[in-house]
């Protein structure tokens, strides 16, 4: 049996999941994603890989349907909750699903669409029926278990596919490396269509026993005062929604924020990922929550493959160290080794890497060496055994006037400026410099732009110093806290 399993056959009547419809036991869990199964294989023996899609509220249904897909040997293929029907359409027609799983939330934007594909389309509910005397099939770990989109800032997203090993794998590290147990009790408010929530919340807690509570969507207050109920005691975020949790903090009175603090105090472990950790956001959450935010760094592809330790130095602007049964080198250009303090790629080897990209022969092997390393796309440094990010290649390292300029690095300079409330940095094709470092920066007041670069220049290297700068109300994101930087390239113009 599957670890990711285990506990729903060892402890039924403890607590997994805590959704807006209550308390619903490991027990209860297992009995309805069962039922999905049988429903799902209608009288089939095995969906032998078949892909069914789900568009799922976070919450029981979701992982019942999730387990239920598993168990009847398909393969699961979550839908972003906020993706419009052309969104949704890709990656149904992408992955050729055989079937779609949904809540009546969904039903309307979808079955029109299910009727014209002629693709069976099920409501949740409807599954959730029958007696549990029909066998279920043995599925092996080498099968295909799971589908999950890259986020696409470079090019339309690949399906990335991952065995039950390779699941089991990524999950198993995550549990011996932050000592997760059957005592823990965490919070779920990240998007089930990504590693980050799907694998390092949602399955690193069942898989561990822990209880599993859902809040969606997402409110600041809502947070702080699930927290204050002193149940939570692992936390996991993006860097975007700590921001906002900050400011919620800020607002609060000093005798509601002693009370914060106090219950936050109480926690074993907070964690970010998904998107670089501006080192002001760590301190400021360090301030109000006494918690070192443990910085991780992983991919669709990958899973967790570094991570600041859980007991030891968190160190701010790093990503920290391999994970157990990780391998990890930085390479050149050329896959050869780089030299102790230079700059590379990093490459990844282990059991929790993906087998291939979905119906995309060409561009799996394009993504490992011929040795069979995964080729992140990452720029990193090892500084004293600790990894640093400098950026992704394609979007974050600006190359100029034959310099590699972090463009991460620059950000996290103006981030410190009293003016900028947030900002990015791209690259700009130049004829003379191959590209410009352009700097968009968000602010609540008037920034004089020649103030700012004679403040830069006691923290900046000319050649690092942006040259252009463009002042915008927002910055664009994807669903994980990204910015979108190609679409920030387009503010400017040919003539700048």
């Not at 099968?143 to 890259?150: D, E, N, S, V, W």
């Not at 549990?175 to 965490?186: C, F, L, Q, R, V």
């Not at 080794?337 to 394009?366: C, H, M, R």
């Not at 003379?432 to 900046?460: N, P």
């Amino acid at each position: 049996m599957s670890i990711l399993f285990n506990q729903a056959q060892q402890h039924p009547q403890s607590v997994a999941i805590l959704d807006i419809q209550g308390a619903h036991t490991y027990e209860s869990l297992w009995t309805k994603s069962s039922q999905i199964a049988l429903q799902l294989l209608g009288g089939r023996s095995d969906l032998e890989q078949d892909r069914v899609a789900f568009m799922v509220s976070p919450g029981l249904n979701y992982v019942a349907t999730l387990w239920g897909i598993w168990k009847a040997g398909g393969i699961a293929v979550p839908l972003c909750l906020s993706y419009p029907l052309p969104s949704l359409a890709y990656v149904i027609e992408d992955t050729q699903a055989d079937a779609l799983v949904v809540e009546p939330d969904y039903l309307n934007l979808l079955t029109n669409y299910a009727l014209e594909k002629g693709i069976p389309i099920h409501l949740v509910k409807d599954l959730q029926v029958g007696l549990l005397s029909e066998s279920l099939p043995r599925i092996s770990l080498d099968r295909g278990a799971l589908i999950l989109y890259t986020s696409g800032t470079t090019s339309l997203p690949k399906g990335v596919l991952s065995t039950h090993a390779n699941l089991e794998a990524q999950v198993g590290t995550l549990i011996e490396a932050w000592n997760w147990t059957s005592n823990d009790h965490t919070l779920c408010l990240l998007p089930l269509h990504h590693v980050h929530g799907l694998i390092n919340v949602v399955s690193c807690a069942l898989s561990a026993g822990a209880t599993l509570q859902f809040l969606h969507p997402f409110q600041a207050d809502t947070v702080f005062s699930i927290f204050l109920e002193g149940k939570i005691n692992v936390f996991m975020a993006v860097p975007t929604i700590y921001f906002k949790l900050i400011a919620e903090f800020d607002s609060y009175s000093e005798t509601k924020k002693a009370l914060l603090k106090t219950s936050m105090n109480s926690f074993r472990l907070m964690v970010s990922g998904s998107a670089a950790l501006p080192v002001s956001v760590m301190d400021q959450w360090e301030k109000i929550s006494g918690h070192r935010l443990l910085e991780r760094y992983g991919m669709t592809e990958i899973g967790m493959a570094i991570s600041n330790p859980y007991t030891g130095e968190r160190r701010a602007g790093h990503i920290g160290k391999p994970l157990p049964s990780v391998k990890v080198r930085l390479v050149d250009e050329k896959d050869q080794l780089v030299n102790s303090g230079q700059p590379g790629e990093i490459q990844i080897k282990g059991p929790g890497v993906f087998i291939k990209y979905w119906g995309k022969d060409e561009a799996t092997k394009k993504a490992f060496t011929p040795d069979g390393w995964f080729k992140t796309g990452d720029i990193a440094l090892v500084e004293d055994e600790y990894y640093r990010i400098l950026g992704r290649d394609s979007i974050d390292i600006i190359k100029s006037g034959g310099y590699k300029i972090s463009a991460l690095e620059i950000e996290e300079v103006l981030r410190s400026h009293d003016l900028i409330n947030d900002c990015a940095v791209v690259g700009i094709p130049n004829e003379e410099w191959g590209e410009l470092v352009a700097a968009i920066l968000v602010s609540e007041k008037e920034v004089d732009i020649k103030e700012l670069k004679d403040w830069l220049k006691d923290r900046l290297p000319n050649y690092k110093s942006p040259k252009i700068y463009q002042m915008v109300t927002d910055l664009p994101r994807n669903a994980m806290g990204k910015v979108v930087k190609n679409e920030l390239k387009s503010l400017f113009s040919p003539k700048n």
